[in-house]
């Protein structure tokens, strides 16, 4: 090691080099933090996960019948079964998928409508597929979206992965909070067009039901009393007609529970040819009841028809009325899809609107809207797994500011100085150069983009207790010299960092090994990077630009101690 504690002792002979190292350090630190503004290394809570199984959610118009719904279902299994890594797929018309992780948080279990169906397909094991699923939804999502959404015009098609980490409503949700609900259907809609118009963003769509005329057929109590009938044989007649009932029940010896014998018209015969009240008076015409004197009379005598709106279901959060508009990412990091899409929400809203941004709290992205003309109020709030990205970092970056708190004061106590316990913390801190160099060099070599995510923090903050280790070596083993040996500082130095150098590069070996094999997991893959690529540059760290910090610092300069003295004297007698 003579070469490496001569090449230390040079830079601290000279004060331009001792200068360039700083300067160079300080510009390492600024440009890694700039990779972020400039999208070459992407935050996220956390990437994609390669799974066994995803769903596809199916939302047909409201009023769609089930034969449409099953038409457009029908469309997806098409394209889908071209694709040689699924298995099989099994298909729900009219309701959700068994609950399954996402769905949890999604839905799917209060789905029970014609319009809306759900997919559940399995493919192939991970471990033997060279796609990951998140790169086959990515794939399969434009075209099957460009193929089948056109033959039911205003449908949805959303391919729904299950998560990494905590199930979420959405990538990205905007809650519409208000009081006046058409209002909060108008700002929703134009949310969803930005949505829709913003790079990275897929799948959108407004959680809200659409109003729409309908024709409800009211039996007339006094009619049907006057005709011979009752209200039960006018009701059973239209459940017969067109929904179909249970009107018997079958035995046999090959089944446990009765067999119900289902009776219902064709469908030819229930299916209306327009949308036309005179439509619907033609049809329940032909449907004919038998009274009490065996004369038959015409159903549509006894029914009053009349047209009214559907009663859409409201939302509610916090005692309010809420609309929630949601999107998915499409490969890409949250941020920077909500930032561009808040932006242009200011500008549009801004005409109709006066807008009070959040300010730096849990929510600080929100966006407080009061109208011009009538003074309403209402509220954009963003949530999802976006919401959950903020605050996971916001909770790791408060956890890395204690760690950094009780390291300093652990330094303080020991070494009874600020400063030796701030070169110490500072050079743990410049570690952070490492992580982020390390996520845009694994972003080179991976086919999917490769973010810093919550795993990679945790990796951050462990490495600061690592990192530290290094510089307390240098600093004891320096100190050890002066006081015990009466040597120069900057030979001191110098040998100290030549002489700890093995048993660092040994660690840091040691923690590159045991973390490569986290390197390449979907989840983990963050925090191996960044114990990997953290080690790297804290080795560095601690051999060049810790001994200039040292070298500089008045903190190091010791005289021949007398507790030396006394521990030589005590170390003779023993012997």
């Given amino acids: 090691m003579k070469g490496l504690e001569q090449f230390i002792y040079n830079i601290l002979s000279s004060k331009k080099k001792k200068s360039l190292v700083i300067i160079l350090t300080a510009v390492a630190f600024f440009l890694s933090l700039l990779m972020f503004p400039t999208k070459l290394v992407l935050a996220k809570m956390l990437p994609g996960k390669s799974d066994n199984t995803f769903s596809v959610y199916i939302d047909a118009p409201t009023g769609s019948s089930v034969e449409q719904t099953n038409e457009l279902s029908q ?10 890594e699924i298995k099989n797929m099994e298909l729900f018309l009219g309701q959700g998928i068994p609950l399954d992780y996402a769905g949890l948080v999604k839905g799917s279990a209060m789905k029970h409508t014609e319009n809306v169906a759900e997919l559940s397909v399995n493919l192939t094991d991970k471990h033997t597929r060279d796609e990951p699923s998140f790169l086959m939804v990515q794939r399969l999502r434009p075209i099957v979206k460009q193929k089948c959404e056109p033959i039911l015009k205003g449908s949805n098609i959303m391919f729904i992965e299950q998560p990494a980490g905590p199930p979420t409503l959405a990538s990205i949700v905007l809650e519409v909070h208000g009081e006046n609900l058409d209002k909060m259907r108008d700002l929703s809609t134009k949310v969803a067009n930005i949505f829709e118009k913003t790079e990275g963003l897929v799948d959108v769509d407004v959680m809200v039901d659409d109003i729409f005329s309908k024709y409800e057929l009211i039996p007339d109590k006094e009619k049907i009393a006057l005709s011979g009938l009752s209200v039960e044989q006018v009701n059973n007649i239209l459940y017969l007609a ?6 018997a029940h079958k035995n046999s010896k090959n089944a446990p529970d009765q067999i119900p014998i289902f009776l219902v018209l064709q469908k030819n015969s ?7 009240e005179q439509e619907l008076r033609s049809k329940i015409s032909s449907l004919n009841l038998m009274n009490i004197k065996g004369m038959m009379v015409p159903l549509s005598e006894v029914v009053t028809i009349r047209k009214v709106k559907s009663n859409p279901a409201i939302m509610h959060k916090d005692l309010g009325r809420i609309i929630n508009v949601i999107a998915e990412t499409d490969m890409v990091s949250q941020v920077y899809p909500l930032l561009e899409a808040r932006d242009v929400m ?3 809203f801004s005409k109709d609107y006066d807008i009070e941004k959040a300010g730096f709290t849990t929510y600080m992205f929100d966006l407080y809207l009061t109208d011009k003309k009538t003074g309403e109020k209402f509220l954009l709030r963003w949530d999802g797994e976006m919401k959950v990205t903020l605050d996971t970092f916001r909770d790791l970056g408060g956890a890395f500011i204690a760690a950094l708190v009780l390291i300093f004061l652990l330094l303080v106590i020991y070494y009874k100085s600020f400063a030796l316990s701030g070169i110490i913390l500072l050079g743990s ?4 150069i490492g992580v982020i160099v390390g996520h845009w ?6 086919s999917e983009t490769f973010f810093l995510t919550a795993t990679s923090l945790i990796g951050f903050i462990a490495l600061m207790g690592i990192s530290s280790r290094n510089s307390l070596l240098l600093i004891d083993f320096a100190k050890s010299l002066m006081e015990c040996h009466g040597m120069e500082k900057k030979e001191a130095i110098a040998v100290a960092t030549a002489t700890r150098a093995k048993p660092i590069a040994l660690t840091a070996v040691a923690i590159i090994l045991g973390s490569a094999l986290l390197a390449s997991d979907p989840v983990f893959g ?10 790297v540059a804290a080795v560095f760290v601690s051999l060049i630009f810790v ?3 040292m070298h500089n610092s008045k903190a190091m300069d010791f005289d021949k101690a007398q507790e030396c003295d006394i521990r030589e004297k005590s170390i003779s007698i023993t012997k």
């Fill in 547 to 549: 001994p200039v910090l």
């Fill in 429 to 432: 801190f410049l570690s952070l």
């Fill in 526 to 535: 963050g925090l191996g990077v960044a114990l990997i690529s953290g080690t």
């Fill in 441 to 446: 060099a694994a972003n080179l070599f991976t």
């Fill in 270 to 276: 229930k299916t209306l040819n327009g949308k036309s």
């Fill in 346 to 348: 200011i500008e549009k």
């Fill in 242 to 247: 067109f929904e179909g009932m249970v009107i």
């Fill in 75 to 84: 469309c997806v299994i098409d394209i889908l079964k071209e694709e040689k």
